[in-house]
């Protein structure tokens, strides 16, 4: 079959699903979402094959390449039959060498439509920095620490709002406490990957909500070109009571792991001081967790009040409420979206506002299976 460019690669059918030929360690560190580990070499033998390509010859290393792929023919044929029952794949490498192409001869002579990614995963992570410098109409969701702004954007996402969860993709709530109870982070790169593919399949003309956040989410870094368009982005901020958003947060971490609520105060420990965090620890222990809350707070509502305080250039609107109640606070925060004109306002700036050409910091691979 004819190679695809990367918007067609995307378009075929979900039956078909997506194999991925390169190295498991190369998978691992960034995939396109949803594909599906399928390494022509382990990581020792892609090794291997770059080390014979440096200090031998490219002839030599496309041998040994030959001697590693003949033995495992009849397995890679099984493992793709049990994967795609319908024998219809998607298949990419590194950039559409010779990796792809040899799985693609033996998977179509096992009586297999293969769809094959032309220019590989390289082509893609081209197109997924692309994603981060197109303008796109942003409304911002802001409040202090446990005020409910993620429950507010799922509420908002079940009222069809165009809704771009950056905590969820990040699997991290963004404080020092933002990994307990949360999966392992995704790689910086595969975060990147995941983010471009749902920014591309939002509409067209769709005014998006993201929550307020820093550059970085736990470990992982936002993409600058779409960080700087949230910091121009109109900005709406739950004003909530302390003592409700202490009530939440206390019930919520109540379920929690004390050890890892230790570690957590402990993260924070130079900023909250050694008499505060002495406190904090004390009550994790006594299971008294609306006190290590209200410690917590001190130091989070400061560090957000500061920073809220030098948006001198954005339209912040205050949204005040008395409860965290999701439904309710969506509304409000739909009310006053409307009322100040502010998706209008965000059409605006995504016009007027220039986003950094995207840049790629891929290195080049020549090996000849390592393509």
């Not at 080390?51 to 031998?56: C, D, F, G, P, S």
């Not at 220019?119 to 081209?126: I, M, S």
């Not at 392992?184 to 998006?208: G, H, I, K, R, Y």
């Not at 620890?281 to 809350?293: F, S, T, Y």
Request: aromatic share 6%; hydrophobic share 40%.
């Amino acid at each position: 079959m004819p190679r695809l460019p990367l918007p067609d690669f995307l378009q075929v059918s979900a039956a078909a699903p997506i194999l991925d030929a390169r190295a498991p360690v190369e998978h691992a560190q960034g995939h396109i979402p949803g594909a599906v580990s399928f390494p022509l070499f382990s990581d020792e033998e892609r090794a291997r094959i770059g080390t014979t390509y440096k200090q031998v010859s490219q002839e030599k290393a496309v041998l040994v390449g030959l001697d590693f792929f003949g033995p495992k023919m009849s397995r890679m044929v099984k493992q793709a039959q049990k994967i795609a029952p319908n024998k219809e794949v998607r298949l990419h490498c590194w950039r559409g060498g010779m990796r792809s192409g040899a799985v693609q001869w033996l998977l179509e002579l096992a009586g297999f439509r293969v769809h094959l990614l032309d220019k590989g995963y390289k082509d893609y992570r081209r197109w997924t920095l692309t994603q981060f410098a197109q303008r796109r109409p942003l409304l911002v969701l802001g409040g202090l620490t446990g005020s409910g702004k993620t429950d507010v954007l799922h509420e908002l996402a079940r009222q069809h709002e165009a809704v771009v969860d950056l905590e969820g993709l990040a699997n991290h709530k963004g404080s020092s406490f933002g990994a307990i109870g949360l999966p392992p982070q995704p790689t910086p790169e595969q975060f990147e990957n995941d983010l471009a593919l749902f920014l591309s399949q939002l509409p067209a003309d769709a005014v998006s909500w993201v929550e307020d956040e820093s550059l970085t989410i736990g470990g992982i870094g936002l993409p600058k070109p779409f960080f700087e368009q949230m910091r121009h982005a109109p900005l709406l901020v739950l004003d909530i009571p302390q003592p409700v958003r202490i009530r939440k947060l206390a019930a919520e971490y109540g379920r929690e792991d004390p050890t890892q609520l230790a570690e957590a105060i402990r993260r924070i420990s130079k900023r909250l001081g050694g008499l505060a965090t002495k406190e904090a620890l004390a009550a994790i222990e006594v299971g008294d967790m609306e006190k290590m809350v209200a410690i917590a707070l001190n130091y989070y509502d400061k560090t957000y009040s500061y920073g809220l305080a030098s948006k001198q250039n954005v339209r912040v609107v205050r949204v005040e409420s008395d409860t965290c109640d999701a439904m309710e606070n969506a509304a409000r925060v739909l009310a006053l979206a409307k009322q100040e004109g502010l998706q209008q306002l965000a059409k605006q700036l995504a016009v007027e506002l220039t986003s950094p050409a995207p840049s790629s910091k891929e290195v080049a691979d020549d090996t000849p299976w390592s393509q």
